[in-house]
């Protein structure tokens, strides 16, 4: 494992430059560790939920047991606010294609087929189907459509030869009968 390599900064004097950095690089703390001569710091972007590729980390260390006002401050990694993360909200075309299609009853896996036709660039399935659950609630608060149903059984058909493996996974038993008609 490799280490961090911290790279020396500035020095501090008072806790409120301490704190003028933090709410300059936008950090949070998320870690507080206690040393021979004190109490040590670290800090990471305050929005890295949003920006996950941001890798800046910020160390503040008490430089001695007698001075409780000076700190060292190193910095780690880069700051990179230029990728906003995808996951955390669909675009509003989409989010308004999934409330048209929702108000036209289309099924789920319609309303998937058509979102992935229109804006084959968004594959977040999941995020889609959370929408049109979203927007069936707001609606209709205990819509199921009769197509959904199908799709569902659909989905999870099995005939006996073919049992799921895991115990928990819901599934629809199926038969196909063979009629003999004797003469
Ligand atoms: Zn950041």
Known sequence: MSRKSWIFETLCK?????????????????????????????????????FPSCAMQLQAKQLSMTDVDTFEISKFGKRDHEK??????????????????????????????????DHPQWAAQKQVRSLVGYYRTKNHPSSFSLSDLRDWCIERSQTPAHTPTESDTPFVLYSIWHTQITK
């Open 84 to 117: 906003r993360a995808l996951t955390t909200r669909a675009p509003s075309p989409i989010r308004d294609d999934v409330k048209t299609y929702v108000a036209a009853g289309l099924s789920e896996t319609q309303i998937r087929r058509a979102v992935t036709i």
């Open 14 to 50: 008072s806790p409120t430059d301490l704190d003028t950095i933090v709410e300059q690089y936008e950090l949070t703390k998320f870690r507080t560790e206690y040393t021979s001569v004190g109490v040590k710091y670290t800090y990471r972007c305050a929005l890295y939920k949003r």
